[in-house]
């Protein structure tokens, strides 16, 4: 059984950079046909589609964050990361990360990591 | 990018039908395949139905999902309620001029 696990910081302080990692176990994250993706969530809010790296390390961001997002990959570790630049507050949201189908389902989510920008 | 929207609430009696509505604003609804999830709070969204009407397993068969291209449309049709299943449902398809993902804004479902 696949499961992901978000971690990073989390307090980032305006103006800097988001990072947060994903690691997979229960599988290799280059094996199958999976899409490792990230959504977030402010609070009370709905989910957003971050962007997302297939297998072969190609990439798609959401456009309305293309221009500060950066999602990899390290399959020696078996993780992938987001990365997110120039944050304000309305950045904060509890970040998951998650595995998908070419069909867009979002078969394995992580439990969610909260990340609060403020100074 | 096309637009999925969904009633904000919806509200029904345990044991009775409910049907929550997710309307493509542009292109066919019939193009992509939409999933929806169902997240409790405090917890990660898990799926009820994916690929239109397909159901993971160890998903009760009173949930169903389902396409109508008249109204440019999906929906998720919950049988037989239980309190157990008041939570937020969200949509999501895929634009695939771009390859972006969409997800609803979501439904509030409350059994009561």
């Known amino acids: 059984q696949v499961q992901l696990q978000e971690s990073g910081p989390g307090l980032v302080k305006p103006s800097q950079t988001l990072s947060l990692t994903c690691t997979v176990s229960?599988?290799?994250?280059?094996?199958?046909?999976?899409?490792w993706s990230w959504i977030r969530q402010p609070a009370g809010k709905g989910l957003e589609w971050i962007g997302r790296?297939?297998?072969?390390?190609?990439?798609n961001y959401n456009p309305s964050l293309k221009s500060r997002v950066t999602i990899s990959v390290d399959t020696s570790k078996n993780q992938f990361s987001l990365k997110l630049s120039s944050v304000t507050a309305a950045d904060t949201a509890v970040y998951y990360c998650?595995?998908?189908?070419?069909?867009?389902?979002?078969?394995?989510w992580g439990q969610g990591t909260l990340v609060t920008v403020s100074s | 990018n096309f637009m999925l929207t969904q009633p904000h609430s919806v509200s029904e009696s345990p044991g009775k039908t409910v049907t929550i509505s997710c309307t493509r604003s542009?292109?066919?609804?019939?193009?992509?395949?939409v999933q929806w999830y169902q997240q409790r709070p405090g917890s990660s969204p898990t799926t009820v139905i994916y690929e239109d009407n397909q159901r993971p397993s160890g998903v009760p068969d009173r949930f169903s999902g389902s396409i109508d291209s008249s109204s440019n449309s999906a929906s998720l049709t919950i049988s037989g309620l239980k309190t157990e299943d008041e939570a937020d449902y969200y949509c999501?398809?895929?634009?695939?001029?771009?390859?972006?993902?969409?997800f609803g804004g979501g439904t509030k479902l409350t059994v009561l």
């Open positions: 998650a595995g998908a189908y070419s069909s867009g389902w979002c078969d394995y």
């Open positions: 790296i297939y297998t072969s390390g190609s990439t």
């Open positions: 229960g599988g290799s994250i280059s094996s199958g046909s999976y899409y």
């Open positions: 542009s292109g066919s609804i019939a193009s992509n395949y």
């Open positions: 999501q398809s895929y634009d695939s001029s771009n390859q972006d993902w969409v």
